[in-house]
């Protein structure tokens, strides 16, 4: 039976380096496991978390990541980004296999769940906080601890289940209803909800701004009781992982600046659209994509 990793008796703050100098402040906090995801390629590092969190970073934003991490794949993508690692025996850990019916997904290790008192201090007044959860580890009641936050979330962490083999699935998120009415806003894909269109409509009730991605079919929001759909421009799609995390985080990001989310899904649908066309890490936007991209929305 699957356990989550131990925690230990302390927090253990530091950078991919090891370098122990003082955290300082952070624009885009983000909270949630990084992943070990075995590929068809070999194992690699994964997660909301590292998708995300370069993609704010690319967008000029100060990121601290706040995670359980246990060190099995070096963090080099990461060098430049905070990151806040609680001791874990093992990283969450997912095996990835594609078949023509879909991704089916593997849990086979849990790092530990993460709290409030897991977030260095000087972090907890980020304007931007980025609940990030890939196998429920994310405590919910952190969606009130930063009152003066853009609290944004990515729910797809909540809304998965796994049987005693590690088998995941769609599964039921009670806290739906607590978590959404207190964020921001949030973004989920129609994989996240086994394309149940009942339940999007129910999740888009209960959230003051609602995006969904639908792969190359591009993005849907919900907002003030109307819904509109932004086409992404045609690519050749070469890899799709973490585009829906790069769409995230490009959302929250201009969302934030702008507070405009008609302007904020058109900017992250055209992000996420470029970062297909590169394989894996190499899909997050550079900054001539973001500046073409910024021209063309506004």
Request: overall charge negative; proline content about 7%; some cysteine.
């Amino acid at each position: 039976m699957l356990q989550a990793g131990d925690p230990g008796l302390f927090s253990r703050y530091n950078t991919p380096m090891f370098n122990l100098k003082p955290l300082e402040t952070v624009d885009y906090l983000i909270i949630g496991h990084l992943t070990v995801d075995f590929t068809e390629e070999g194992p690699r590092l994964g997660g909301t978390a590292l998708y995300s969190g370069l993609t704010a970073r690319a967008l000029g934003l100060r990121v601290g990541i706040v995670t359980s991490w246990a060190e099995e794949i070096p963090l080099g993508a990461l060098s430049e980004i905070p990151v806040a690692s609680y001791p874990a025996e093992h990283s969450t850990t997912f095996r990835n296999e594609y078949t023509p019916q879909g991704r089916e997904q593997t849990v086979l290790h849990l790092a530990a769940p993460l709290d409030l008192y897991q977030v260095p201090e000087v972090w907890r007044s980020a304007p931007i906080v980025h609940l990030a959860p890939v196998a429920q580890e994310v405590e919910p009641t952190l969606v009130r601890s930063f009152p003066s936050a853009l609290v944004g979330v990515t729910p797809q962490g909540w809304m998965r289940a796994w049987d005693q083999a590690g088998r995941v699935q769609v599964a039921e998120w009670p806290e739906a209803d607590f978590v959404l009415s207190r964020s921001g806003a949030a973004v989920l894909s129609v994989e996240d909800v086994g394309y149940d269109e009942e339940r999007i409509e129910e999740i888009a009730a209960s959230c003051r701004v609602l995006a969904v991605t639908e792969a190359a079919q591009g993005a849907r929001l919900y907002w003030n009781g109307d819904v509109r759909r932004f086409r992404p421009p045609q690519v050749q799609e070469v890899d799709p992982t973490g585009a829906g995390d790069v769409f995230a985080a490009a959302f929250f990001a201009r969302l934030y600046v702008t507070r405009d989310p008609w302007e904020a899904t058109r900017f992250a649908t055209i992000l996420a659209s470029t970062s297909v066309t590169r394989p894996g890490l190499q899909g997050i936007p550079t900054l001539q994509e973001i500046e073409e991209s910024l021209i063309q929305v506004i």
